[in-house]
């Protein structure tokens, strides 16, 4: 209801549609829609341009990279587990390596 005690339904001429050219939307809004789109094109070419700005890195470069890095070796006791669990934990250390190395060629 509103303040004046008249129930306003969905057929009120307040309520119904607009069947027009702009689709409900006055000169206002279409502006704010330009301008949206103006601004997103614009963040789009420019983060275009910075992604091909980049350079990749040459074998020198990539070698000090990961120069960063050490190995490091994993100490684990499995004499708690049973004979099935190390099976199980053997084949998994195996699925690591080969998952390992398709994902370095995919590099």
Do not use: W
Request: charged fraction near 20%.
């Amino acid at each position: 209801m509103s303040a004046r005690g008249y129930r306003i339904s969905c057929y009120h001429e307040r309520f119904s549609p607009r069947i027009s050219g702009d689709l409900g939307m006055g000169g206002e809004g279409m502006k704010l829609t330009a301008c949206f789109i103006l601004i997103l094109l614009g963040v789009t070419s420019l983060s275009m341009r910075a992604q091909k700005s980049e350079t990749v890195p040459d074998l020198a470069q990539l070698e000090k990279m990961a120069s960063r890095f050490a190995p490091t070796p994993l100490r684990v006791d499995t004499s708690r587990l049973s004979s099935g669990d190390r099976q199980a934990l053997v084949k998994l250390i195996e699925a690591a390596r080969i998952l390992n190395d398709v994902f370095m060629q995919q590099m």
